[in-house]
């Protein structure tokens, strides 16, 4: 058992530090953002599952704007062109499958 807290910090863009947890077949992520910070778009073989825990992240999925507040999520499939604006501060879970290799250090 483990926190992800306790992993080390991966930079995935200026203001976003992610966590990660990796199983056989999918990969775990603690993402906090500070508000202001881009994640340009880009778009993976994983498909990911997001999830809100704090605050707002405004989303473009596949051309679609999304806004995303605590207690929400969004599916995204394999290959969708995806990015994201944090409007406030954000704690967000994402998981992927198959594992994110390029995330493990």
């Known amino acids: 058992m483990q926190h992800l807290k306790d992993l080390q910090p991966k ?8 966590y990660y947890a990796h199983g056989t077949n999918m990969t775990l992520g603690l993402v906090e953002i500070k508000a202001g910070s881009n994640l340009p778009q880009h778009h993976h ?19 679609k704007e999304c806004k995303l507040t605590a207690g929400m999520y969004y599916v995204i499939p394999s290959n969708v062109l995806h990015g994201a604006v944090a409007v406030t501060d954000c704690k967000v879970i994402d998981v992927f499958n ?8």
């Open 11 to 18: 930079d995935l863009a200026p203001g976003l530090t992610g």
């Open 45 to 63: 073989l994983h498909e990911q599952i997001t999830y809100i825990l704090e605050g707002q992240l405004d989303m473009t999925i596949d051309g």
């Open 98 to 105: 198959p594992v994110r290799e390029d995330y493990k250090l």
